[in-house]
Each structure stands twice: as C-alpha cells, then as structure tokens.
C-alpha cells in the first residue's frame, strides 16, 4: 500500500577541506498516497542526493523525512535503507544476467513463500505487459523491455514509495517516449506513490502529476501538469 511522503526543511552536506559543502538546502516536499512527482533541474542541482536521502543513503544534516506514520531520518533517527519500505528503478536497469526475467523480478521476494513468489512474478509481468517473457533472459531483451522488467522488480515487493532515477536516459527517443506514457500508466494501475527525477522537460511532463523545478539545492516553484 502506498503512503504519503513528507520532507521538512531537509540539508544535506558534505565536509571539504574549506568546510561544510551544502547541496540540498531547506528542501520541503510533500507527496500525496498515489501521487506521481518529479524533481526537475539540471545535473548538480541536488535532485539525485535528495532521492538518495529518502532511500536511507546520505544522512540529514537537518530536518526529517517521513513515510506516512514512520520517520525515516532527521538528525536523530536513520531508518537502513532495506527497512524504509522504499524501491528505487535507476537509469542502469540493474537486472542479473544471469537470471530469467522472472527470477529478477522475484528477487525481492525472498522472504516469501515459492508459491506466494511465483503468484506475485506472474501478476507483475502481466502488470508490465511481459507475462510471455519470464524465461527469457535479459540478453534477450530490447532495452525498453529490460526496463520494465526492472520496474516490475521494483513494484514487486509492495513499495509504499517508488523513487525513479534518470529511468529512460539510456534509451533512444521513440522508445524512450513510448516507455514514459507506459510506466504512467503502470504506476497509475498500481496506485503508486512515486518520485521522478529527470533534466527532460517533456518526460516530466508526461510523467507526473507535479514537477518541482530545483536549482541550487531546493525547489523553486512547483508545476500542475493536471490540466494536461
């Protein structure tokens, strides 16, 4: 079940020979259950460190985040990253080659029973639209399928928060398009709660609900893309 996000006047900061270095600074956010958002801005604008805060990997010098009820982090309190509850799909697809489609997907269902696992990976694969392609390895995949294999290995363990990093930029312009309008729509079917993070305006555009337009470490102003 997805859940709510709030960010509250987070920091984040690296220590340099000449002092403290701020690349995220009094960065608010908050997420509706359901809601797709995405941090908008150009490299170095701090909109991948603020995903790699909400996943548990870069510590707040200020502020708190939470995941409906639970705090994540502030400057008392780290949640591990494999306790937040939390997927991340990034623009390297990550899977093993290893393994088949399915087995990828059912990597993070290793808690699970085998039939509670076979049950989930098959209504993932349907849910992507590759219930045929669960034998096949990723070598034997296009690049756009590969992706969603990815995010079906993503969604599969339940996320209450979905983050999406730079997901499409390895992949050429008509896939890359086509691929956006359908993991929208996955997500929507899935009732997800997810960030985007990209520098491509149309992707974000046909991705979210919401763009947040991030310079120098903290949003400036919020776009409705609704109306669309």
Known sequence: MSSPLSIESIQLAYETPRGLHAVVNDFSLSLRAGEIACLFGPSGCGKTTVLRAIAGFEPLRAGAIRLGDVLLSSTQVHLPPEQRRVGMMFQEYALFPHLS??????????????????????????????????????????????????????????????????????????????LTAEVRGILRRAGQTAILVTHNEAEAHAMADRIGVMHGGRITHWLDTTAK
Do not use: Y
């Open 101 to 178: 489609a399915s087995r990828n997907v059912a990597f993070g269902l290793r808690r699970s029973s085998r039939a509670q696992q076979q049950a989930r990976v098959a209504e993932m694969l349907a849910l992507v639209g590759l219930a045929d392609a669960g034998e096949r390895f990723p070598h034997e995949l296009s690049g756009g399928q590969q992706q969603r294999i990815a995010l079906a290995r993503a969604l599969a363990p339940s996320p209450e928060l979905l983050l999406l990093d730079e997901p499409f930029s390895n992949l050429d312009g008509g896939t890359r398009e086509r």
